[in-house]
């Protein structure tokens, strides 16, 4: 799935550290962290209607990732909102548009590893674009997937949790997915358990093994072993739990996707997308002609209600 130049973004302003500048202007030093050593954090947020959907659980999600990177200076949420104000306005947006939020580790007096290099402060980049969720609004043959080769680390090699900007594994695995026609790539844990796809959670919608023969149907996602603590994720799990919807956290093996009536993915540039084949199979009842299931809608609707009715007005 290939995103296409939206002439709107055409003249964006971009903010970095406080200074809005032309896109075709815009950058950053090559002694930033970021560009020697992928040394940044970054959220993706989504504005609807003048306002911020699960703003504050993103912010806080840098901050925490800053954190555990031992960053020495992380910008207040105060701070960092009222940049994600002032570029939004520069840039007349209210509505269908996409941020991403990278926070580097700073300049460095001279290149080099040593994070005691970075001593002028970190660099907060805040960059708005008018954009729709990129696997579009239902329709076709949804999302496909390819088993990718490449593994998620778990906790012991890079935690999860930190959503750092070394994107590398995500990239290769995304390769992977051109090469084979695929819209993503699914990638599996050390263990072989699903993890995530390289840009997305994942679900299923099955019968869970404890519950066999039973006619209910169940949300399943990976524990987040392998994969970051997923704001929309968590978005899904919380709307399951309030719509008396079953759901569970567990490893899913590539054989339960196979076998699954309903499969979806979850992310901020995506929202909720429906998935219809994994590796060449289609995911439901028809695996000849896969299409949306019921709990997959359903799910799609209540989501789409939360980020009418939620959210933190920063534009008017």
């Known amino acids: 799935m290939l995103q296409k130049f939206n002439d709107q973004n055409r003249d964006l302003l971009v903010n970095i550290n406080g200074s809005l500048i032309h896109r075709d202007q815009a950058g950053v030093s090559p002694f930033d962290s970021a560009v020697q050593g992928g040394d940044a954090v970054w959220e993706g947020l989504r504005l609807y209607d003048g306002k911020i959907f699960t703003l504050d659980e993103h912010i806080e999600r840098l901050r925490r990732s800053a954190r555990a990177l031992a960053f020495t200076q992380i910008p207040s949420r105060d701070d960092i909102v009222a940049e994600i104000k002032k570029t939004l306005e520069a840039n007349h947006m209210r509505d269908g548009v996409h941020i991403r939020l990278t926070l580097t580790r700073g300049v460095k007096i001279t290149s080099g590893m040593d994070p005691r290099l970075n001593q002028s402060g970190p660099t907060l980049i805040v960059l708005a674009e008018h954009k729709a969720p990129v696997y579009g609004d239902g329709d076709g043959a949804g999302v496909t997937l390819i088993t990718s080769s490449i593994r998620r680390f778990p906790p012991d090699c890079m935690d999860p949790n930190i959503h750092h900007n070394n994107l590398i594994q995500s990239i290769m695995a995304k390769v992977e997915a051109n090469a084979a026609g695929a819209d993503d790539a699914l990638m599996l ?53 309030a719509n008396a919807v079953p759901c569970v956290e567990r490893d899913i093996s590539l054989t339960h996707v196979y076998n699954a009536a309903e499969c979806f993915t979850t992310g901020t540039m995506g929202e909720i997308a429906w998935v219809g084949r994994v590796d060449g199979r289609g995911i439901g009842p028809d695996p000849d002609k896969p299409v949306m299931g019921p709990v997959t809608r359903r799910l799609r609707a209540l989501f789409r209600a939360k980020t009418n009715a939620e959210g933190v007005r920063v534009v008017d």
């Open 189 to 241: 844990d050390q263990r072989g358990f699903v993890a995530e796809t390289n840009a997305t959670h994942i679900f299923i919608v099955s019968e869970h093994p404890a519950h066999a023969g039973r006619p209910e149907m169940v949300v399943q996602t990976p524990r987040t072993v392998a994969c970051p603590e997923g704001i929309t994720r968590q978005v899904v799990l919380d709307l399951c739990e």
